[in-house]
């Protein structure tokens, strides 16, 4: 390697998509998000691994993940809006849930992925969840690439929260750049 330059580590983006059923009734927050941060703050502690529990916890505004929403079983993000006064969610324990979780840690994914084949019953606040089935895609960033088309078609799976302009290195898209670089490519 030339003298002056310093070595970039190799960027993996790591995905998982995880099915549940509760075992029980769940009343559970209207930003479900924070149903999927706690499963993912259990897996931690089932492998024993505090430095993520931390970094999960962390107030840091640049995190290497994103967590999605509780996804219904036709895929439909589960949350409250505030027309929505007198209903709980209650995740029921006659359905099928599922969840996303992408990580820019390879060693991060590869811990959740191993406890996930071990241990299918984790803990969810005063009940537990049974884990039907665990997916782990791994790519790293260079395979990620746009095809140069004269249209595009995003599609977000959940409400997805745009970042603030500021710092580079978020997992959040800019909407600048998103839409920026589809401009580019006409």
């Known amino acids: 390697m030339p003298s002056g330059y310093a070595e970039v580590p190799s960027l993996y983006l790591s995905n998982l998509e995880a099915k549940?059923?509760?075992?029980?009734?769940?009343?559970?927050?209207?930003?479900?998000?924070?149903?999927?941060?706690t499963i993912l703050a259990n897996l931690f502690v089932e492998i024993q691994r505090g430095d993520l529990i931390t970094l999960?916890?962390?107030a840091?505004?640049?995190?290497?993940?994103?967590?999605?929403?509780?996804?219904?079983e036709n895929g439909r993000p589960i949350f409250k809006t505030s027309e929505d006064h007198s209903k709980f969610i209650v995740l029921e324990s006659s359905r099928v849930y599922n969840f996303?979780?992408?990580f820019s840690h390879e060693n991060m994914i590869l811990d959740v992925a191993k406890v996930l084949t071990e241990k299918r019953n984790l803990k969810l606040f005063d009940t537990e969840v049974y884990i039907s089935d665990a997916r782990v895609n791994?790519?790293?960033?260079?395979?990620?690439?746009?095809?140069?088309?004269?249209?595009?078609?995003?599609?977000?799976?959940s409400p997805t929260m745009f970042a603030v302009?500021?710092?580079?290195?978020r997992l959040l898209p800019l909407p600048s750049l998103v839409f920026g670089s589809i401009l580019k490519h006409w």
């Open 138 to 157: 791994v790519k790293h960033f260079n395979d990620i690439r746009l095809e140069l088309n004269k249209f595009f078609h995003i599609d977000f799976l």
């Open 165 to 169: 302009s500021g710092g580079m290195q």
């Open 60 to 72: 840091e505004s640049c995190k290497p993940y994103s967590v999605s929403l509780i996804m219904s």
């Open 100 to 102: 996303y979780v992408c």
């Open 20 to 37: 549940f059923r509760p075992l029980s009734n769940i009343i559970v927050p209207s930003l479900t998000s924070k149903v999927t941060r």
């Open 56 to 58: 999960l916890k962390s």
